[in-house]
């Protein structure tokens, strides 16, 4: 993959309520915005399956609404890049197979595409953790979403027939009052806020009773997540790259 000359073309997915709200990690943060500052000689399509709210792109991006799980039929060998990040709450499982074979699709032979999720498997390091997992694996199960993307990713590529699949884990200690640990603890605690409506309304699983026990299941963690087990609690990503052949 060239990142840097004229010719590479790259669609993305990103989140057009974060952007509308000028959320500052999408300035600073990894988010896509500093793809276009960093690789501006690059050309981008963003995709959102949500009504757009960007101001004005720059010259080399486009923002278009379309849903990663069915792609425009024309854009089959297009890519050089295809990243998609953070859709582990927005996926159903067979979703998640239409999706990775639609990246494999719009990809030119040699092109790359790039994940990365939020793997939930270290939530279990802590006993309030362990509480919260059980939430959201039964939320999951209930609406037939892959709590596992991904520890699953890696596999579902290499069965659309992706090559050179790495996986890299990504670790961020969130003990302390560092600024990525801060970071880190206000947007796991703050996605799974907005969660509880529909969490509430599928009666807590037999698991938190009220709207009122799920807020303070969460008050509880992110003091666990603060001091940590034995002085450590770490969020993890998994970012993994694979070829089309
Ligand atoms: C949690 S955000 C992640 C955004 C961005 N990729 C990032 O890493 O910050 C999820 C976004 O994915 C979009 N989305 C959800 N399902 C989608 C789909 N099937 N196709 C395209 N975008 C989708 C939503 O509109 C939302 O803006």
Redesign the pocket.
Known sequence: MDAGTDRSHYL???????VKSGSPA?HEGP??RNWYRYLGTASFCS????QLHWPTPPPNVEFLV????ALPKEWSGTFDLVH????????RTE?WTR?INEAHRVLKSGGWAQF?ELSLLWLQRGPVGRRLWDVFRAFSEARTMLSTCAEDIPQMLKDVGFCNVRNELVQIEMVGSTPDAIVARQSIIG?YRRLKKAIVQEGGFGIVGSGEEYDALLDELDREFETGVNGSYLMEFVAVVAQKA
Request: hydrophobic share 45%; aromatic share 4%.
């Open positions: 993305l997915t990103y989140d057009a309520e974060e999408r988010g896509q995709i959102s399956r949500s379309h849903n990663i799980t998609q990040s953070l859709l582990i709450a927005a996926l979703e999706a990365m996605a």
